[in-house]
């Protein structure tokens, strides 16, 4: 993603004749307006449709005018791009900057102005800076008077990746958890350093540890008017741009207007007369919108200040709207450009009311410019995220349509691999490929919801393991193989997991391996089958997917199970299942149920479908009402892995009736070949 | 308890005699300091031994000595007790004083100045001004310019006790949860007004939301001087007196001086001068001695301030230490009374120290103390909780034996009842009575732990039931009874519930009955089979306790286990199974597994016995260590209440096995008929 993109100046040759067809076409921006938005374009994402971003210029281009625009982007994709200075010489310009500036030092974070978990291509600052492109670090700069310091800080995910990727001479390597990057501040640190942040880029709990760690070497941190980083990398790319469009109502379910109401009223039972809301997702569920910011969910960049009256000014780059947002926004949205974001802050302090911010989510910049113009400030949850997470019946629909559906590119992509994988010539990547190939031909196909893990052997065994070229195995018969994978559809969002046993001659699980699938299979099928009364939290459910592991001394160093949005982000809050989700289980929710094990250098299992949070059939007899899950991902689970002995005559039966419903329902859309190797996959446990 | 001891004055007839007797003992105690302490040992609950008070006079009284301490206490227990004012009167002398002192109101809490669960009797100040004496509960006593108002706050343990013991005249009668306090004060406080508190009776948390409130009304919270209801209580008994003496090293394991290393490297880790601790238990622990100063817990009432070389300072009323206290104490402890407490506290502020406290259980007055010293404070939990928690090898085999004892004891009761009961003549009363008679004539018995629940039918289902003469049940053929009970031993503390069918003619369970049952029995298998890793919670295990009761559609309003104490509280912290028990179970931590079922006005269920957190055993293939229950509660679960169709075959093999074990370990102690019932009640689930 880094570097794909580039601002662009100057006019280029051909601009006289794209001036003429827009003209023609009368599109108000000129050829240079155009190329910006096109370095914009190039800076987000590619899309499921490629010309989609036409739009932006003209809502109908017609063929000439498509084809010059198609042409001109390719030709600014096309040229070759500058690699810039190496990172020893990044770090130099970097910490110039920071002492013409006054500052001894810098934080660099890996998150965005939105606390985004899949950054933009612009936010991707720290992987300019260092060299290290994991999803999660961090690296503090410092310019020290006689050896200047600086040090990355990475989780055990990352431990091996970061020192392939970072120069140790230019970097101290740290494991974020056990040794801290507070800790290091703490002993790096000079007396009366000033070190820099930008406010923009954390949430204020996020600085706290660092901003005492500084007091205690008597340094301090302090905001950064412009960021250094930004200023000295001079091929950052652009804020993304990609078209912010309408969310049908047939797949929200529930209209922008009642919602803000209801969260108007929140604000105005809370004594609160505005909520700033800085987090993409929930401006996207509230005001029914998607945009395609960012990879893997479809996102528009975007704040948004909401009135206890239901009133709302949505920011953003104004050039981002697609034709038909403002109809579909109406009277009570004002559609402004992100450069009013600050001077609507500063409005909200004059009217002296009290605003809700979140403080797990929301830029330091936010609260210092509101509580400088005098707002009183009240620190809570952003209110969209609850309400976002409880689907209506249309998303709910939607959803189960898109399991549907994803679940036969699943299962056309299973049977492929078990008739292709014996030859011994099937790569993680090719897999993976093929895999996303098989969804991207769905209807209302939008991209992945993340980046297929495709692992096999002992590849399975890293839990967040990406496929590269350098990693890429051919999955050998006898292996088992771990995929994880989901798709973006409009009508919802799909994540599932299987590990399959990797067929061909003489291909057979040792009975360890046997063991343990078939006790994450238990975990995962107790969970499945849980019955539990409203208020139930996943930390209580958690251990039902553990039980099994836990009694085979096993575990898995991860929870059980995250939110998933609907056509939007495959992680989100506040639900899930794992010992720290303190958040009720409501009907309408959806987590994943997806226990594991893994055995380092050998192979890995996890087994993983989406539930919704439903009301339980009544047992006979009962006295209250009780919640359960329905799974609604369809895939079989592989009967090879299975060690039928371990398996509890419900637990059977469970899977039993499960693969039937498999069966059932997806058979219709398989080819015949397909359909008879579902046929196979799904027997009862107990037919042999 | 309540208004059973009192103060005495004046020197009584026969005081020469007594005065000669003491002389010739060589006792430092003339008359009147006898008849002072002998008013203590009455505001302490009865001890198993009536004359171990004696030693607080001379180490060996003597025959003639002691026959005249008998006597002399026996006169003084006799005397008619003054029945005192009227509930209306002491509201208004209450009234009275707080406006003299320059008060609009007063908080009433149940509490004392320790954060006892079980009350002296000179703190049951809620029950003298209200006449409600349930085990928690607040009134808020206003003076009020016009129409003075006051209320009583219970939980819903004692809703309906409530409205039988106060006049509703007087006060509003609240439910604590569902009416709050806050809301009742802010509505009836008015602008201005001074409402006053006990600064020892509250913990500072407890009223920071009465502050607010009071506040919301333009009113104020302030401490009180001397507590105004003990001002007017002119019949208030004295702070308890019993014997505080060593607890052996042999019960407890580890010696005290050990301890207080531990704790003081603690202090000193944490930059803390010292600790002021001001729970009993805490102090039994640390410096290993016991007292009988507060029912069914062998708890000295005393403050102790331990600093970071391990020496220590205890706070008590000197008279209550047994001649071999100070020996075992050592010269590292200082026995101080208690009226040097303040000024230890003002000593520890001028220090100028860092001063740990625990603000969830020290009164507010120890910080304001220590504040207006000049200490600083560090708030954390007290220090001895967490050690406590973990029980020695001696306290664990202490509480084995202990167990063994007990249940014989319950054995030979639950024969005796079986045999009783056809006739219909055995009360909840006198089954009660009973199992706490042969509880009495164990080895190292010191009294029960707790009252016993003994209820039949309707009366099972009342979750804290306490017979008295009023709701006292016959307990009829075919009923369910529950009786919950336990003992104090020297050697360890038991809490069991069991429920049985009551038996006689035709007397069978209905199938509902043994449905629930048999859930409550599955979930508590569960819960004692569970196997887990370190760090793990007993919020996380809570769930294993419910699921058969959710999956048939019902639930129980209670935690499914509390921590217990080795000779010490029968309720202790921080352990414990329950959705809000977020402390790791570590090994050595003994907690209950008492899940339940509750039919109002039909019948109650529980079974609950004791579990040992323990290392499990390895499982084959297995990588991480875990951990799992020992059960130590033995006795026989009633096989007539339980539907084998519902139970897996793990826990009939479970229960048989158990079963297996009660009869083993407990046959042996038994009389021949009792030990053939055991055998018939211990068969195999599956031997019909």
Request: net charge negative; aromatic share 6%.
């Amino acid at each position: 993603m880094v570097g794909r993109a580039r601002t662009e100046s100057g006019t280029g040759a051909g601009d006289e004749e794209l001036a003429a067809l827009l003209r023609a076409a009368g599109a108000a921006q000129g050829p240079e307006a155009v190329r910006a938005l096109i370095a914009g374009v190039l800076a987000a994402p590619e899309p499921v449709d490629p010309d989609e971003w036409m739009v932006l210029v003209h809502p109908s281009p017609g063929a000439l005018l498509a084809d010059k625009l198609r042409a001109l982007k390719a030709s600014m994709t096309a040229r070759p791009r500058d690699p810039g200075p190496d990172p020893a010489a990044r770090l130099a310009a970097l910490r110039a900057r920071l002492t013409a500036g006054g500052f001894d030092g810098f934080v660099v974070p890996h998150g965005d102005e939105y606390q985004n978990e899949f950054l933009p291509a612009r936010a991707e600052r720290l992987a300019w800076l260092t060299g290290f492109n994991g999803s999660a670090g961090l690296a503090l700069v410092l310019c020290g008077s006689q050896s200047a310091r600086a040090a990355v800080f990475v989780d055990g995910r990352y431990t091996l990746q970061v020192r392939d990727q970072v120069d140790g001479a230019l970097y101290d390597i740290r494991h974020i958890t056990d040794e801290p990057a507070t800790e290091w501040l703490a002993e790096a640190a000079e007396a009366g350093m000033r070190i820099g942040y930008d406010p923009w880029l954390h949430p204020p709990g996020g600085l706290a540890g660092l901003r005492k760690a500084a007091e205690k070497a008597g340094a301090a941190l302090a905001p950064v008017e412009e960021n250094p980083l930004d200023a000295v990398w001079t091929d950052q790319p652009p804020p993304p741009i990609s078209p912010v469009r309408p969310h049908d109502l047939r797949f929200a379910g529930r209209g922008s207007a009642e919602k803000r109401q209801d969260i108007a009223a929140n604000l105005a039972k809370r004594d609160a007369g505005a909520v700033v809301l800085t987090s993409p997702p929930s401006i996207a569920w509230l005001l029914n919108l998607r945009g395609a910011d960012v990879p893997c969910t479809p996102l528009a960049l975007a704040y948004a200040i909401l009135d206890a009256a239901g009133e709302i000014a949505l920011f953003m780059d104004l050039r981002k709207a697609a034709p038909d947002l403002a109809e579909h926004l109406g009277s009570a949205v004002q559609l402004r450009s992100m450069k009013d974001f600050e001077a609507a802050l500063d409005a909200l302090g004059r009217d002296g009311g009290r605003v809700m911010v979140d403080p797990a989510v929301a830029p330091v910049a936010v609260f210092d410019r509101l509580e400088s113009a005098g707002a009183e400030i009240l620190r809570a949850a952003d209110p969209c995220i609850l309400p976002k997470a409880r689907k209506t019946k249309a998303e709910l629909d939607g959803t189960r349509a898109a399991h549907i559906r994803d679940g036969a590119a699943l299962v056309g992509f299973l049977a492929w691999l078990e008739a292709a994988a014996p030859a011994g010539k099937v790569t993680e990547l090719a897999a993976a490929k093929h895999l996303t190939g098989l969804r991207a031909a769905l209807d209302m196909y939008r991209g992945v919801s993340f980046e297929p893990i495709s692992g096999a052997g002992p590849n399975g065994a890293v839990v967040h393991y990406r496929v590269t070229e350098a990693t890429n195995r051919t999955l050998a018969p006898g292996d088992l193989y771990l995929v994880d994978s989901g798709g973006q559809y409009l009508d919802g969002t799909t994540d599932v997991t299987r590990t399959v046993l990797v067929r061909g001659a003489g291909a057979e699980a040792d009975a360890e391996a046997r063991d343990r699938f078939t006790r994450v299979l238990k975990g995962h099928i107790t969970l499945a089958r849980a019955v539990f009364p409203a208020g139930t939290t996943g930390a209580q459910l958690d251990v039902l997917a553990r039980g099994a592991l836990w009694r085979g001394g096993v575990d898995f160093d991860h929870g059980t199970g995250h939110g998933v949005g609907s056509y939007l982000g495959v992680h989100e809050g506040p639900q899930g299942i794992s010992k720290r989700s303190h958040q009720a289980l409501d009907p309408g929710m959806i987590v994943s149920n997806e226990p594991g094990y893994y055995k380092t250098g050998a192979y890995g299992i996890r087994i993983e479908n989406l539930v919704v949070v439903a009301t339980a059939e009544p047992a006979a007899g009962g006295e209250r009402p009780m919640l359960g899950f329905e799974t609604i991902t369809l895939a079989p689970i592989d009967r090879a892995l299975i060690e039928p002995a371990l398996m509890t005559s419900e637990e059977t039966a469970w899977l039993d009736a499960y693969h039937a419903r498999v069966r059932e329902t997806l058979s219709p859309l398989l080819d015949r070949a397909t359909a008879a190797w579902l046929a196979e996959a799904t027997r009862p446990l107990g037919s042999g």
